[in-house]
């Protein structure tokens, strides 16, 4: 398991479900993510994902 006890103070992060992610501050434990997307021609902020993201395992 990943110790996510790090806080990295540029990265903001509500995402409860990302392995990454630090509850106790709610930001993200990694040095840097990954920000792409999913659409061919991006227009909104939803068309955004971090790719950096893992899901929690049980």
Do not use: R, W
């Amino acid at each position: 398991m990943m110790d996510n006890s790090y806080v990295n103070h540029c990265i903001e992060c509500s995402v409860t479900n990302c392995k990454f992610h630090n509850s106790s501050k709610n930001y993200c434990s990694l040095e840097t993510i990954k920000v792409g997307t999913h659409e061919a021609n991006p227009t909104m902020c939803q068309c955004t994902d971090c790719q950096s993201f893992q899901a929690k395992s049980c």
